[in-house]
Each structure stands twice: as C-alpha cells, then as structure tokens.
C-alpha cells in the first residue's frame, strides 16, 4: 500500500474515533464551540443541546466570564445593607468618630464651613456604603413586614439628639444676642407611627436679671407632631404628615425644691399646649442613609443631611 494511501486511512481512522469519543463524552463535548456563539465549530462537533454542562465543566469554564462574587461579599451587596463582622467595626468606627469630631468643631454644623461640610458628605457616603440595615424604615411599615430581616437593636424607634445638619430651617434658628430665647438642644421622638420634632428652648442670657424671666434650667420643649409611613418597595424612605402641635415646659425649681411660679417656661408647664386638627397636611419625606445601635443619619428630599445620635441620657 502506498504510503500516500495509508495516510488517509489513518486520518480517516482518526476522524472515526474522535467523533465517537466526543459524542460519548459530555465534558469534551460541552468544550465544542458552536455557530452559535460566533465561533468556528470543528468538523467533528457532536454537540447535545439538551444536555447541560457538568458541574465539572462550569469550573474550568471560569476563565471564559467575569468572576462572579459570593453573596457573603459586602461590595456586591446592596447600597444600605452590609454584613456585620468585625472588619465592618473596622471599617465604620473611624468614619463615626471623625463625623462627631466634625459636628462638636462646627456645633452642629450651624458654623460649618464649605470644606468641613464637603468632608461630612464624603463620610455620609462612605458610611452608607457600610449600613448595617436592611430595610432601616422597617418601623414604620405597619403591618407590612415582608422579606426584612431587622438586626436586633437597630430600629428607628426611640429618641434621637440631633448633631449635625446642613438644612437653613434649622441652623436659622440660632439668633443673636437679644433673641427672645435661647435655642437648647435638637431632636426626635419616633414612636410609631408619630415622629415628633423637638426644639427645647431656654432662656435668654439677657433675661437673667429680670423678674419674669425664670431661672437658668427653665425650658420650654416645642414639639412638631406628624406620622410616618414607609412600604417594603422603599424601605429606606418615610412619608410624613403634619398632624399637631405640642408646647410643654419645665419652669425649673429653685433652690430648697419650690417651683419657679414666673416666665414663659412656669406658663406652659400649668397650661401645655396640644393642638391636633382633624386634617393631615404632607409634610415632606426623608431617607435613612445609615442607622444603627447609636447612630442614624437621614437625608431630605431637598438634598439636606441630619446625622443623629441616641442619647444616654434623656432630655425629653
């Protein structure tokens, strides 16, 4: 026989036992391009469309798409949730620390410059990347509870001082020296469904002298009454309504436990004030960027940012 002959006997051979190989072997053969995917398909493909690629196949297959990363990895995660572990702790408690650092230099960011303010907003952003919570208005969602798995502890609800903003309805409220009342502290009541804006004033240090003007700890708390909603599709947003007005007060007392009986402060402690209309007017919405144990940062939907913190000890 030739040898030009037996050559082709043996590619012919070869032809035979590859394509029975290849057509017994789903491995091989998950390998075998197709027209399909743009590629040149050899003469001996043998491809099974109804059979699925081994789990085998998948692996070595890896290199050929992105690499696609575990649910474990808080990257990949949503923008307001991450998974609590300690290089979160790590991560988070620099970023808390510096936001109050900020706050205490600035008193709340009523004297906050354009560049300390710009530094507050890349920590919000950062921190967000870091919430713990993933659906941190889960408080408010009534009845409505699907699909939320709330870490213990970290909740809306409770009483919150407030120790930064950049909106100008709040750092306005700071006069000057002969305003007719001191502004005290900031804060919010959340008791589901009310959340209560508290405003604690106290008295002027130029009323010091006068006889009507109460004593040092004197204080009248201002309170803006609404309800809050929030829904699973959003779970991050709380729709407001304004729904009352609340003025209390506490006169003081003077020294041996007797009640200062004058001021301002002495008339709304004997006649509080409690006004609720049989409307609800809307009253703007917020979103949580971040919340935790200690901690909650919010942002209106006029682009304004408000970084709260629970109190130890509380004042209203």
Not at 69 to 89: C, G, I, N
Not at 120 to 138: F, G, K, M, T
Not at 192 to 212: G, Q, T, Y
Request: with cysteine; proline share 9%; net charge positive.
């Amino acid at each position: 026989m030739a040898p030009s002959t037996r050559r082709m006997k043996n590619a012919s051979l070869a032809f035979f036992v590859s394509s029975a190989c290849l057509s017994k072997c789903p491995l091989l053969r998950a390998y075998t391009p197709s027209f399909r995917d743009g590629r040149t398909r050899t003469p001996f493909s043998a491809r099974s469309e109804a059979m699925e690629p081994p789990p085998l196949s998948r692996l070595l297959l890896i290199h050929r798409r992105p690499i696609q990363k575990t649910h474990l990895s808080t990257r990949t995660l949503p923008p307001r949730f991450a998974v609590p572990s300690p290089s979160l702790d790590a991560a988070v408690l620099p970023l808390k620390e510096d936001l109050l650092s900020i706050a205490r230099k600035t008193r709340r960011g009523f004297a906050a410059s354009r560049e300390e303010r710009r530094k507050i907003e890349q920590i919000v952003r950062d921190l967000s990347r870091w919430n713990p919570a993933p659906c941190p208005a889960a408080a408010y969602f009534g009845d409505e509870r699907s699909g939320c798995d709330v870490p213990s502890g970290v909740t809306l609800s409770g009483k919150w001082t407030l120790i930064y903003t950049d909106a100008p309805d709040i750092t306005s409220l700071e006069g000057g020296p002969l305003s007719p009342a001191k502004l005290g502290r900031i804060g919010q009541q959340c008791s589901p469904p009310f959340i209560k804006n508290v405003i604690e004033w106290k008295r002027p240090d130029w009323a010091a002298s006068l006889p009507f003007g109460g004593n040092k700890s004197s204080r009248i708390l201002q309170k803006v009454c609404c309800t809050g909603s929030a829904d699973a599709s959003d779970p991050a947003v709380v729709d407001l309504k304004l729904v009352g007005l609340e003025i209390t007060a506490d006169a003081g007392r003077k020294e041996g436990g007797a009640v200062r009986s004058s001021g301002p402060a002495a008339f709304f402690e004997n006649f509080p004030v409690s006004l609720e209309g049989p409307l609800s007017l809307n009253f703007g919405r917020f979103e949580v960027l971040y919340l935790d144990r200690d901690m909650r940062i919010t942002r209106t939907f006029q682009g304004f940012t408000a970084v709260n913190v629970r109190d130890e000890t509380e004042w209203f």
